[in-house]
């Protein structure tokens, strides 16, 4: 091993929190917190050894940056949401000229709202956590909501206009792939597969011990309710966090190929 520490970098969310506790608390792991709007437009920089990524920007880094085959967040039933205030038109009403708040020109929602309905051309990029205040005060006629947001969108007076991940899974029959785990390259190929281990690991630890994850999780997390935080992990922490497998690959190569059929990425 390298004396040098290894520069990780991962969002608050409990999914993220949750499945690097572990590692995050070995002696060559230097953590870095960013939402990950912030992480996908570092990655263009290579400031990262080890980083979490939204499917969308990796399809554009995947040069640079491998794939981890373990800590993607992918399944069904957790996509994205377009979110409105209860009074707003139906999904198939919203005009050209309608605004939609997106939580960062890189991510996979952003990505999977322009494959959806390519005539939204009003789209206004902020941090996630500010979409539904945004909805609210009217500075945007719909939004875009992921992480715990689809937990709490109703309680907050919002409809669903559509959710993405649905959309998705009719489209396809695939699970949703939504952000992952990527390394380096110039780590090497060594590096990087003892890097995938430790990863899995910590993930298999916490799965086994949830209660050993709390205190940090709880620490990070944006919605301290202990029920969203339930949720949240249950949600995005799966299968598919421990092993990409057949079906998760297809899933990413689906996406890609959707992209570029699209136009959306080279």
């Not at 499945?19 to 995050?24: G, Y």
């Not at 993607?72 to 009403?93: E, M, N």
């Not at 959806?116 to 500075?139: C, H, L, T, Y």
């Amino acid at each position: 091993m390298e004396n040098n520490p290894l520069t990780c970098a991962y969002s608050t969310c409990p999914n993220d929190t949750f499945i690097f506790c572990q590692l995050a608390q070995e002696n060559d792991i230097e953590v870095h917190l960013h939402d990950v709007e912030t992480l996908n437009r570092m990655s263009f920089k290579e400031q990262f050894d080890i980083t979490k990524l939204s499917f969308h920007a990796w399809l554009l880094v995947q040069d640079t940056y491998e794939l981890l085959n373990v800590g993607a967040a992918l399944g069904r039933g957790c996509g994205p949401l377009v979110i409105s205030r209860k009074y707003f038109p139906k999904a198939q009403d919203l005009k050209p000229k309608a605004s939609i708040a997106v939580p960062g020109e890189y991510t996979t929602a952003h990505l999977l709202l322009r494959l959806w309905n390519p005539g939204i051309k009003n789209r206004i990029f902020m941090p996630f956590d500010q979409i539904m205040n945004a909805v609210e005060s009217g500075d945007a006629d719909a939004g875009v909501i992921i992480h715990e947001g689809r937990f709490i969108f109703e309680e907050r007076g919002f409809q669903s206009l559509q959710d993405l991940g649905e959309w998705w899974e009719d489209e396809t029959g695939l699970p949703i792939p939504l952000g992952c785990i990527a390394a380096r390259k110039s780590l090497g190929a060594e590096r990087i597969g003892e890097i995938e281990q430790r990863l899995r690991r910590s993930i298999q630890t916490a799965l086994d011990d949830p209660g050993s994850t709390s205190e940090y999780v709880k620490a990070h997390a944006q919605e301290l309710e202990d029920e969203v935080i339930r949720k949240h992990i249950e949600t995005y922490v799966n299968d598919f966090a421990l092993d990409l497998g057949d079906e998760g690959r297809e899933a990413i190569q689906k996406l890609q190929q959707m992209a570029r059929d699209a136009g959306l990425i080279n």
